[in-house]
């Protein structure tokens, strides 16, 4: 006969102590999970909340630097240079934990990078003589950039391959077998620019050289015609793309008299220094305008940034773009919205 042997009170109370002690354990575990994910959703929550308060702020901030550009645009008739030192004086609120600031500026003082090739997808030789130009007197302001001849070939045929609509490449260009080689690939744009920021993937573009060249480019919608630079508000590089011969006197000169009286025939005062070609290109007002600016609820920021354009009576948003940083310094990535992910809305733009 088998007899059964049992454990004695000890070993069984023994383990049950165990048994106890791991479903206290694992119940804790579980209470502090879900604690965990409790307190991210309030934050998540918390930061989603500040960020359609600060996407407020900003339309706030919008409107109001577009009532002001109609109410300057409307009494002036025109867009110059003083003008546009009293925009950028800009806008700044502050209350509690909360902050608004920004301004607008004129972007026809730039030089627009969808100029460079025509509506039907062509190079226009003369815009790319004044990119070149303009890269070349960026390069004489900054000699720490040690930009060559050779560079800049490479910098204007690879921005012009990155507009137009073929797949052929620039003999100082780039296109898809270039930019398919790097250590990370892409490809060409092959299409109009949306962003100034596009031109720190074209071919020979450094980012020291992008940092020079960005406060004198624009990216600006594409209509029917070019778009023309307004002499009453470019900048001196810009001004220095006119002509050959257009020296840093020069056009530091043309811009203090612009200050002082806006210009209205660039030929009267252009002492035969502008290439006679690029007077069509010249204009005296403006109908593309920037917004710029940001909101602070707490340790988040929200950048904005708005094209607006002006058709004489009202001006009107065309592109909108919207970014958020965290400002904590907190590592913590479910507080944080990138910019690409915040949205963007723009008007298209189709080649005739």
Request: glycine share 8%.
């Given at each position: 006969?088998?007899?059964?042997?049992?454990?004695?009170?000890?070993?069984?109370?023994?383990?049950?102590?165990?048994?106890?002690?791991?479903?206290?354990?694992?119940?804790?575990?579980?209470?502090?999970?879900?604690?965990?994910?409790?307190?991210?959703?309030?934050?998540?929550?918390?930061?989603?909340?500040?960020y359609d308060q600060a996407r407020e702020y900003a339309h706030f901030g919008e409107s109001v630097a577009i009532?002001?550009?109609?109410?300057?645009?409307?009494?002036?008739?025109?867009?110059?240079?003083?003008?546009?030192?009293?925009?950028?004086?800009?806008?700044?609120?502050?209350?509690?934990?909360?902050?608004?600031?920004?301004?607008?500026?004129?972007?026809?003082?730039?030089?627009?990078?969808?100029?460079?090739?025509?509506?039907?997808?062509?190079?226009?030789?003369?815009?790319?003589?004044?990119?070149?130009?303009?890269?070349?007197?960026?390069?004489?302001?900054?000699?720490?950039?040690?930009?060559?001849?050779?560079?800049?070939?490479?910098?204007?045929?690879?921005?012009?391959?990155?507009?137009?609509?073929?797949?052929?490449?620039?003999?100082?260009?780039?296109?898809?077998?270039?930019?398919?080689?790097?250590?990370?690939?892409?490809?060409?744009?092959?299409?109009?620019?949306?962003?100034?920021?596009?031109?720190?993937?074209?071919?020979?573009?450094?980012?020291?050289?992008?940092?020079?060249?960005?406060?004198?480019?624009?990216?600006?919608?594409?209509?029917?015609?070019?778009?023309?630079?307004?002499?009453?508000?470019?900048?001196?590089?810009?001004?220095?793309?006119?002509?050959?011969?257009?020296?840093?006197?020069?056009?530091?000169?043309?811009?203090?008299?612009?200050?002082?009286?806006?210009?209205?025939?660039?030929?009267?005062?252009?002492?035969?220094?502008?290439?006679?070609?690029?007077?069509?290109?010249?204009?005296?007002?403006?109908?593309?305008?920037?917004?710029?600016?940001?909101?602070?609820?707490?340790?988040?920021?929200?950048?904005?940034?708005?094209?607006?354009?002006?058709n004489g009576q009202v001006a009107s948003v065309r592109l909108r773009r919207f970014g958020v940083v965290e400002?904590?310094?907190?590592?913590?990535?479910?507080?944080?919205?990138?910019?690409?992910?915040?949205?963007?809305?723009?008007?298209?733009?189709?080649?005739?």
């Amino acid at each position: 006969m088998i007899r059964r042997r049992h454990g004695s009170p000890l070993q069984q109370a023994g383990v049950a102590v165990i048994t106890a002690l791991l479903v206290v354990t694992i119940a804790t575990i579980l209470a502090v999970e879900i604690a965990w994910n409790t307190n991210l959703d309030l934050r998540r929550t918390a930061g989603v909340m500040a960020y359609d308060q600060a996407r407020e702020y900003a339309h706030f901030g919008e409107s109001v630097a577009i009532g002001e550009l109609e109410r300057l645009l409307q009494e002036k008739q025109y867009y110059d240079r003083s003008t546009d030192q009293q925009a950028r004086r800009g806008l700044s609120i502050a209350q509690d934990d909360k902050s608004l600031a920004g301004g607008f500026s004129d972007l026809q003082g730039r030089f627009n990078l969808n100029n460079l090739v025509t509506r039907q997808g062509k190079p226009d030789e003369l815009v790319v003589k004044q990119y070149r130009r303009l890269i070349e007197a960026v390069a004489s302001l900054n000699p720490e950039l040690q930009v060559g001849p050779a560079e800049i070939e490479i910098i204007v045929g690879s921005t012009v391959d990155w507009i137009d609509p073929d797949s052929t490449a620039d003999f100082n260009g780039a296109e898809d077998d270039f930019y398919t080689s790097e250590a990370e690939p892409y490809r060409a744009a092959n299409g109009w620019f949306t962003s100034v920021s596009e031109l720190r993937a074209v071919r020979g573009v450094t980012p020291e050289i992008y940092e020079a060249l960005k406060p004198q480019l624009a990216a600006l919608p594409v209509g029917s015609q070019h778009t023309l630079i307004n002499f009453n508000t470019a900048s001196v590089p810009v001004l220095m793309s006119l002509g050959d011969n257009v020296s840093l006197e020069n056009a530091s000169r043309w811009q203090e008299d612009s200050l002082k009286k806006p210009v209205e025939d660039v030929q009267l005062v252009a002492e035969g220094l502008i290439d006679p070609a690029m007077v069509p290109y010249i204009g005296y007002t403006s109908s593309y305008f920037e917004v710029t600016g940001f909101v602070s609820i707490g340790s988040n920021r929200l950048d904005m940034y708005s094209l607006l354009e002006w058709n004489g009576q009202v001006a009107s948003v065309r592109l909108r773009r919207f970014g958020v940083v965290e400002t904590s310094g907190q590592e913590d990535p479910a507080l944080e919205i990138s910019g690409d992910a915040t949205g963007e809305f723009s008007v298209g733009q189709q080649r005739e």
